[in-house]
């Protein structure tokens, strides 16, 4: 029987670009399904699937808001401004001793499609948080 250890949801990082940016709390929408159509030809009775083109989810990063590091709000301006710039983004996964690295997401053509800050209220404490949503065109596992 394998050795298996699940790997611990807080166990992971976000590079920018190749730029570590420790503070992530939650990255959302790794996911993606591809088209399925029928292939009826030949002899076969049976259609068979065939998967076609792959379509990439949203990807949300969150994270505690610092005013002092403006890289999310500067990259969401690119979309304000008419000229969005294209990012690389990895998400990269560490064993259950969070040092070692087990696996990475990398995502290629990153644009932002969204961002976002937590509601203010004196009323209430806590940390402000932000996140950036995108899409992208391409993605691998390394």
């Known amino acids: 029987m394998a050795d ?16 570590d940016y ?11 399904t591809a088209e399925v159509t029928d292939d009826i030809g030949g002899i076969d009775r049976n259609a068979r699937k065939i998967p076609g083109k792959v ?6 990063l969150s994270r505690n808001c610092d005013p002092k590091d403006t890289i999310l709000r500067d990259w969401w301006q690119t979309v304000e401004r008419g000229t969005p710039q294209r990012k690389a983004i990895s998400v990269v996964l560490f ?9 990475r997401r990398n995502l290629f053509e990153c644009v932002p499609c969204g961002w976002d800050m937590s509601d203010l209220n004196s009323a209430e404490t806590g940390s402000i948080t932000e996140s950036i949503s995108f899409v992208y065109e391409d993605g691998d596992w390394a």
Not at 22 to 30: K, T
Not at 55 to 60: I, L, Q, S
């Open 95 to 103: 064993d259950r001793n969070g040092v070692d690295e087990i696996a």
């Open 22 to 32: 420790g503070n992530f709390s939650s990255v959302s929408g790794l996911g993606a």
């Open 55 to 60: 379509k990439y989810e949203v990807v949300t």
């Open 4 to 19: 298996y250890t699940p790997t611990m949801k807080t166990n992971f990082k976000v590079e920018i670009d190749g730029i």
